[in-house]
């Protein structure tokens, strides 16, 4: 069996050696561990030290892409060389590498398809985690749960495991990040996503490459988490928001009619009609397009599964 380790990187030259260095190799059931390093457009010395310190193929974007981007690619590389299971884990040091063979302990028990390493499990060790960033990572987890009916306790690890069918099966869009999306379109699609303790220690000292600023990590990972969910559940998606609107329709509308039952006189609301009728008119065409986008969305999962089978086929693995 192969498996394939792939670190994106952004500006990692004083971290990636050692996370490549102390990755364990041809652990068991594995006869072959491949390190693959996605040099994401660094301006620094990244790709020379990852090569220095013994990656087996380093892969450079001309310019920096984000995260996604670079994961996306880690992953179509990572298929391409015929890996049976894929770890990401970050470039900065962050996570224990060790914990690599526990991390892919259920994937080879056959009782999950990605295995996430979490900093919130109860047995977790969270060293120097900011506050802000624990609050943030909370937030996203509630909501990532909400809109995926999933239980997780922290979707925004960068530390996993995915089965050789889990990776064949997913299509992401984000170039931002892919931690969010990844897991909604896995449990979307059926796939079993469980996660495991792992430790993890944070430099007080280091300004993170994702999150320079927490709102504006927010704000765009959450438009990556929003368009997922817009286009995996389109009807709950335009369908809620439009009854919402229509419901607000229908209420002010109610009330200037109590109004006028009781006096005669729809003064001083005669606006409240005209706002009605507005009201009514994009909730229901949003609903509308709630119902399109669904039939749309049931055509997407035709070109999903067209889209796995021509993956399957272009990274068939060689016969031994």
């Known amino acids: 069996m192969k498996l394939i380790v792939i670190i994106p990187a952004y500006n990692e030259a004083n971290c990636i050696g050692n996370v490549i260095r102390a990755i364990p190799k041809d652990f068991p059931p594995f006869d072959k561990t491949i390190t693959v390093v996605v040099d994401d457009g660094s301006s620094d010395e990244t790709a020379e030290e990852a090569q220095a310190a013994g990656a087996d193929k380093v892969l450079k974007h001309g310019v ?126 059926g796939q079993r996503v469980t996660e495991i303790p792992v430790r993890v220690r944070y430099d007080p000292a280091r300004r993170s490459r994702v999150v320079g600023s927490i709102w504006t990590y927010a704000l765009r990972a959450g438009a990556v988490t929003l368009r997922a969910i817009r286009d995996l559940r389109p009807l709950a998606f335009f369908g809620s928001a439009g009854a919402l609107v229509t419901l607000a329709g229908i209420l002010s509308g109610l009330f200037v009619f109590v109004k006028w039952v009781m006096t005669g006189a729809t003064s001083p609301y005669r606006s409240l009609i005209d706002a009605s009728v507005v009201l009514l008119t994009i909730g229901s065409l949003t609903i509308f397009l709630g119902l399109t986008a669904d039939m749309i969305g049931r055509q997407k999962q035709t070109g999903d599964e067209i889209l796995y089978l021509l993956k399957k086929r272009e990274y068939s693995k060689p016969e031994t």
């Open 64 to 189: 920096n892409l984000g995260v996604g981007a670079a994961f996306r690619t880690g992953l179509s590389e990572a298929l391409r060389l015929g890996a049976d299971v894929i770890v990401n884990i970050d470039g900065d040091d962050q996570f224990d590498t060790s914990e690599i063979p526990r991390l892919v302990g259920p994937i080879i028990a056959g009782t999950a398809d990605c295995v996430v390493g979490s900093r919130f499990l109860e047995s977790s060790e969270t060293i120097g985690m900011p506050r802000r960033k624990r609050l943030g990572n909370r937030a996203f987890t509630r909501l990532v749960n909400w809109l995926a009916n999933s239980r997780l306790t922290d979707t925004q690890s960068g530390f996993r495991a995915y089965s050789r069918e889990a990776a064949l099966r997913l299509n992401l869009f984000g170039r931002f990040t892919y931690t969010q999306e990844s897991l909604i379109d896995l449990l979307h699609k």
